[in-house]
Every structure is written in C-alpha cells, then in structure tokens.
Nanobody, 125 residues
Framework: QLVESGGGSVQAGGSLTLSCTPS????????MAWYRQAPGKEREAVAV???????VYADSVKGRFTVSKDNAKNILYLQMNNLKPEDTAMYYC?????????????????????WGQGTQVTVST
C-alpha cells in the first residue's frame, strides 16, 4: 500500500513537495516512481528512483522536480519547483521491488505492482 500526500493548489512559479509512504513491502529494496495523469490525458511518468539511487526524469520536469528516498524514514519525496499550469494533474506514487533503471528510461507503468490513490496538484496562472 502507498499513501501520497502534499498535493494542493498553487500559483504558477510556486513549489510543492509530495510525499509517499509505503507499507507492506520493503522500502529499501524497492525502486519507486511518480506518475501523473491530467484529465483527458494518458498517464505519464514523471520521475523514478531505482534501488541504486539512479534517477530519471521526464523532459518536461527536468531541472524543476527532484525525486528522493529517505530510507530511514521510509518516505519518497517529489520536490516540485517553478510549477506550471501544465503540471496540473493527479500525481501517483508507485513501487516495484528490485526495480532498476535500464537504458536511462522510465520503466513501463505495468511493471510497478504497488500504486497509491493519488494526490491532486493544481497550478493556476
């Protein structure tokens, strides 16, 4: 089980930090990712951090978003800076034991077995 928090409404240029807390599986041994889905659009990968700490970001968020894992606290974070209206979406946390980034690419969403319910991020102009 994964539980996301930290979503909300901000103006363009603002910042939010999303958190994801897992239970029922080994956080240390899992790669984790953030996905998002806007109304009428397909789900897209935002950021992934694998079990070795390798990260991959969507081109649209590079330089603005940072994904990190705090293994001591069992929390996954997504720091989002300089938010834009196009970042408006439901953000989901996902995890897969022993996930490794291959070829510098996001994993297929179908590979991740654990998903949260999502947290809404709304960015206004």
């Amino acid at each position: 089980q994964l539980v996301e928090s930290g979503g909300g409404s901000v103006q363009a240029g603002g910042s939010l930090t999303l958190s994801c807390t897992p239970s029922g599986f080994s956080f240390d041994d899992s790669g984790m990712a953030w996905y998002r889905q806007a109304p009428g659009k397909e789900r897209e990968a935002v950021a992934v951090i694998d079990i070795e700490g390798t990260t991959v970001y969507a081109d649209s968020v590079k330089g603005r978003f940072t994904v990190s894992k705090d293994n001591a606290k069992n929390i996954l974070y997504l720091q989002m800076n300089n938010l834009k209206p196009e970042d408006t979406a439901m953000y989901y946390c996902a995890a897969e034991p022993y996930l490794r980034v291959v070829g510098g690419r996001h994993p297929q969403a179908s590979r991740l077995r654990h998903w949260g319910q999502g947290t809404q991020v709304t960015v206004s102009t």
